[in-house]
């Protein structure tokens, strides 16, 4: 057996201003160039656990530390995080936050130069990261023009160009697009095999990463639930912690077959092994546009002919036509740069299109991407009223200040300011999951029902293609500024490469999600 | 609009001079806006920082300063009136108020022309800088003597264009709101954002080693022919202001009456400004690239 790289034995930490500990009495080892996920809906520790190995806890965010937690037979009580920066790398939930210098060569240099290595050792290893990773072409490029993809691609550069023996991610692909998000795991399991780098990504959407795996290590309420290679997970997932099962699992599960798989190639292999092949209907290649019949009740809004050209660069919308009619909830999907946001943007009339005109039928309610950045007071009820709190579920939360708000917290309250009270023809929300676990999902798709059923037309910008299923009558693709499809989310999402679900891959788009999956399978099985 | 350049990598000489020669040349037209009020000379130099700008393939960058230059310009020459009374020339006469007279004399309007202008030529300077000197390797340049005052100044220069984003789009957010906030309630909430990311970038300065940062060694690096050219228009410029500053050329008396010296040492140095800064940024030997096989 190979020296564990980093192992607790019942660490526990609170942080300073904490009632609770954010981490109870955790038992672990990581092995060197292991790959390992950690599991846990939000506030279970994840974020703790990876801040605690980098030593940022407790040096930097300060609180009561007990228990032993070593990396490379360091305690990470008595070394900070500048030592242990030699062994580990970390990358963050938001590339945004952890970029430091203007210049991506400069970026990625930084961590070198702080340790005083020379000139040439310096261009040389960044010369070596950047090709690795592939951002060569990103050098001498400004870290303000990157897309978010580009950035975290750096911003791992940055945290790799010393070669360290643990890679430490939290939710790094939160903020990407699918295709962005499943490079970047793929690039982690190449480093991870080829590099024998340990990595140890938190990541709320476990399937992304479950097949480069070789170990899931549950959170629940801080302390260490389930601990082995990913079949197990999935297995004891299915059992205990419904919120945390893929989809995949979840299809089985509800199927009654066993063991859960744990990548979309295993499903598919024991599904074709068990003679069993959904009988749906192939999924019909989506329309470009939807025709609508003549008459009928004047649209919650539409887009005509809509461009916006830039002054200075490419065309961002080009002749988009979009009509939502009251009631219809829509998904509007497409990786990032596609102009999702600046569709929103300008039919909520924050921007005005240089062509083209745009038709509300009443007020438009635009929820932005940082919820954050509408909450303004001291205390949550001067946000949204009593009313506003009861159906943000918050009323127990009156007096916090929303900066103390957890992240779905501070997303619902977000919701119910920007819908300031309700009577809005359109709701409009911009990527509201990101980093959501599966339950604050739900209860979000639950309430953009609600709106719905009020008679609202809702369409939600999100990456999210289970998401997507879950909630929407119909989804929208952009690409480059375009309408690319429009259809039923069974049209759009059943036979795509990248927007599509996982169970509508395991299953040749017979089905989206899993409920629906395991009715096709059970039907199979009886037959 | 963008109204302070930021820096973008082009393809000029400027930009591929070594950072410490191409600050050097902005730095050297500033000195020489800064040292003279004479307003042939000053206009040379907001014609020399304009044209340097222009040939280095940041002319609608430069245009944008000239918009910020302008209105301080402004300001500068309606202020110097009001404060100064000085001068042999009435042109308005003001009352009584504050227990002094408030009177304008054409020498005062003169001179806050001139002051207006000096201003208008180290804001051309300082645009310049701004927009073709990487602020990475300008501030690399100092580690060594200061690498953590360095790096804070580095994380500024990033952080400013970030936080006045953060700000655009908390007033964006705002706008969202069925009733708007109070524009301190908002002014609060984005500085409390601001200090929200400064603690994240301060996290992964932290595990990137700043705590235990040693200044970097000396880089060696050959001159290029880019590096060069600069750095000897830079010393150009310095010297030719400082010298022809020592020996009396531009010189100017505001008041009582506005003098001033207008020669062949005036002319000499205004072309010689111009010139001398945008001698290496123009003509065959500012083309990057190699010859053709």
Redesign the interface.
């Known amino acids: 057996m190979p020296e564990p790289l980093a192992c607790a034995e019942r660490f526990s930490f609170r942080y300073a201003e904490a009632a609770e500990p954010s981490l109870r009495e955790v038992d672990l080892s990581l092995e060197p160039g292991s790959f390992t996920v950690l599991a846990g809906v939000s506030g279970s520790g994840k974020s703790t656990l990876l801040r605690a190995l980098?030593?940022?806890v407790p040096?930097?965010h300060g609180g009561e530390a007990s228990g032993v937690l070593e990396v490379a037979g360091m305690s990470v009580r008595d070394h900070?995080?500048?030592?242990?920066?030699?062994l580990?790398g970390?990358v963050?939930q938001?590339p945004?936050?952890?970029?430091?210098?203007?210049?991506v060569?400069?970026e990625i240099s930084?961590?070198l130069?702080?340790?005083?290595?020379?000139?040439g050792a310096v261009a040389r290893a960044v010369e070596e990261v950047a090709l690795a990773l592939g951002v060569e072409r990103l050098l001498?490029?400004?870290?303000?023009?990157l897309s978010g993809g580009e950035l975290q691609r750096v911003a791992l550069a940055?945290a790799l160009v010393h070669r360290p023996a643990l890679l430490l991610l939290d939710e790094p692909a939160s903020q990407l697009d699918p295709v962005a998000g499943d490079e970047l795991v793929w690039l982690l399991r190449r480093l991870n095999e080829d590099w024998g780098t340990a990595v140890v990504i938190a990541e709320h959407r476990t399937e992304r990463c479950l097949a480069a795996a070789d170990r899931v290590i549950a959170l629940e309420d801080g302390a260490v639930a389930c601990d082995g290679p990913p079949q197990r997970f999935l297995s004891w997932a299915a059992e205990s912690a419904e919120a945390l099962a893929t989809p995949l699992a979840r299809l089985f599960e509800l199927s009654g077959l066993r063991p859960p798989p744990v990548s979309v190639k295993h499903a598919r292999e024991a599904l074709r092994g068990g003679d069993l092949s959904p009988g749906g209907p192939r999924p019909q290649p989506p329309r470009l546009a939807r025709r609508r019949p003549r008459g009928g009740p004047p649209p919650a809004l539409a887009l005509r002919d809509v461009w916006l050209e830039l002054e200075d660069g490419p065309a961002v919308l080009r002749g988009i036509d979009l009509r939502l009619d009251p009631g219809e909830r829509v998904a509007l999907m497409g990786r990032n740069g596609a102009g999702k946001s600046t569709l929103l943007?300008m039919a909520?009339g924050?921007v005005e299109p240089s062509r083209g005109r745009i038709e509300r039928a009443g007020d438009v309610?635009?929820?932005?991407q940082?919820p954050?950045?509408?909450?303004?007071?001291e205390r949550a009820r001067e946000e949204a009223g009593e009313r506003g709190l009861e159906l943000a579920g918050l009323a127990h939360r009156a007096e916090a200040n929303p900066?103390d708000l957890s992240g779905g917290e501070r997303q619902r309250l977000a919701l119910e300011?920007?819908?300031?009270?309700g009577g809005h023809s359109a709701v409009l929300l911009d990527e509201p999951t990101r980093g959501m676990d599966r339950p604050h999902k739900d209860a979000l798709a639950a309430r953009v029902r609600a709106l719905a059923g009020a008679g609202a037309a809702v369409a939600v910008a999100t990456h999210d293609t289970e998401f997507a299923a879950t909630f929407a009558d119909r989804v929208v693709l952009l690409g480059q500024g375009e309408v690319i499809a429009d259809g039923s989310p069974e049209e759009v999402l059943g036979g795509g490469w990248h927007f599509s679900t996982e169970v509508a891959r395991a299953t040749d788009g017979a089905a989206l999600l899993a409920g629906e999956g395991a009715a096709l399978l059970r039907a199979e099985l009886v037959r | 609009m963008r109204v302070i350049p930021v820096y973008r990598p082009r393809p000029s000489a400027l930009h591929a001079a070594r950072a410490g020669a191409a600050a050097g040349l902005c730095a050297a037209l500033a000195l020489a806006g800064a040292l003279f009020e004479h307003p042939l000379i000053t206009a040379a130099v907001i014609v020399a920082a304009y044209a340097a700008g222009a040939a280095a393939q940041v002319g609608r960058e430069m245009s944008r300063v000239a918009l910020l230059a302008l209105p301080l310009a402004a300001l500068v020459a309606v202020i110097n009136p009001l404060v100064y009374s000085e001068g042999e020339t009435l042109l308005v006469r003001g009352g009584e108020f504050l227990g002094r007279r408030w009177d304008v004399t054409l020498e005062a309007v003169a001179a806050g022309g001139l002051a207006g202008l000096r201003v208008a030529a180290v804001v051309m300077a300082l645009g310049l800088l701004s927009a073709a000197v990487d602020p990475d390797a300008l501030l690399r340049l100092f580690r060594r003597v200061s690498y953590r005052s360095a790096l804070s100044a580095a994380l500024a220069v990033r952080l400013v264009p970030v936080l006045a984003r953060d700000a655009g789009r908390m007033g964006e957010a705002a706008r969202c709101r069925a009733e708007a906030p109070e524009r301190l309630l908002v002014a609060r909430a984005a500085l409390s954002g601001a200090l929200d990311r400064a603690v994240d970038v301060a996290a992964a300065l932290e595990v990137r080693g700043y705590a235990t940062a040693t200044p970097p060694p000396r880089a060696r690096r050959l001159w290029s022919r880019h590096d060069l050219a600069v750095g000897a228009a830079a010393l150009a410029v310095a010297a030719g202001a400082i010298a022809a500053r020592a020996v009396g050329v531009g010189s100017v008396e505001a008041y009582p009456t506005l003098e001033l010296a207008l020669g062949p040492a005036e002319l000499l140095l205004a072309c010689g400004l111009v010139v001398a800064a945008t001698a290496p940024l123009a003509g065959r030997s500012a083309r990057l690239g190699v010859a053709r096989a």
């Open positions: 980098c030593g940022l040096h930097f900070g995080p500048a030592e242990l920066s030699r580990c970390v963050m938001d945004e936050r952890q970029v430091v210098l203007g210049g060569r400069a930084l961590p130069e702080h340790r005083g290595e020379s000139p001498d490029r400004r870290t303000d023009t940055a943007r909520k924050l309610a635009l929820l932005l940082t954050g950045d509408y909450l303004v007071h900066r300011v920007a819908l300031g009270g």
